[in-house]
């Protein structure tokens, strides 16, 4: 079955610095893996997603993600953290062709000033 | 425009009352979900309609009834509401052609159940 998982509940950093989500995943076949975000009382936002080609894509809000199928992972990065980034950030896997979305129990981002 | 609107957006109510939520999306999408988080705000998928035909059913107590008249919209209707039923409930939606098919939400009704 598929998984997902974020090893870190929550992330503290100091405003500037760089940053670095984990997440790990459970899939016997080419997953398609996203990454969205959080905000306090609102929906999820994707951040960037992952189906295929080049294994570094970028996201808004200057994040990327590289994907390392040998480690099975799609971790989160973004160089230069600012304080409106404090958030949930959620990992997520799916299928080709089908529409079950499997997510992590999520990171909470906090930044300092 | 907002693509996936839910109604209403909070929701306070008794043990044993029933209630319902909306939920709408003009993004043109064929599929609809219904996703509980819970207060350590993992996410569950509870249901997925795709062309108003019901494709995923997870282990929801049937006091929860999805209703899709049409793609575009997908109802939750909660009957005989418990205290384990205070949530949040996101809508989603999306595209089951084509090379993306990521999920859009909406912003989500808390549901307090007193």
């Known amino acids: 079955a598929q998984s997902v998982t974020q090893p870190d509940i929550h992330i503290t950093v100091s405003e500037g610095a760089s940053l670095e989500l984990r997440c790990n995943y459970s899939?016997?076949?080419?997953?398609?893996l996203f990454w969205y975000v959080q905000s306090p009382g609102q929906g999820l936002q994707l951040l960037l997603k992952?189906?295929?080609?080049?294994?570094l894509v970028q996201g808004i809000k200057g994040f990327e993600a590289e994907f390392k199928r040998s480690q099975s992972s799609f971790n989160l990065r973004k160089p230069s953290v600012h304080w409106s980034d404090a958030a949930e950030y959620f990992c997520?896997?799916?299928?080709?062709?089908?529409?079950?979305?499997?997510f992590g129990s999520g990171t909470k981002l906090n930044v300092k000033p | 425009d907002t693509a996936v609107s839910q109604t209403p957006k909070y929701l306070v109510t008794q043990m044993g009352n029933d209630k319902s939520i909306k939920c709408e999306q003009n993004l043109g999408h064929d599929t609809m979900y219904w996703y509980k988080q819970d207060s350590k705000k993992f996410l569950k998928i509870m249901f997925s309609y795709n062309n108003k035909e019901l494709i995923i059913n997870e282990t929801v107590p049937n006091r929860f009834s999805p209703k899709s008249p049409d793609k575009a919209h997908l109802n939750l209707h909660i009957n005989s509401l418990e205290l384990g039923d205070s949530a949040v409930y996101f809508c989603?939606?999306?595209?089951?052609?084509?090379?993306?098919?990521?999920?859009?939400f909406g912003e989500g009704s808390r549901l307090t159940v007193l």
């Open positions: 989603a939606s999306s595209s089951s052609g084509g090379n993306t098919g990521e999920l859009f």
């Open positions: 997520a896997v799916k299928r080709y062709n089908f529409n079950k979305f499997y």
């Open positions: 899939y016997g076949a080419t997953p398609y």
């Open positions: 992952y189906f295929s080609g080049d294994t």
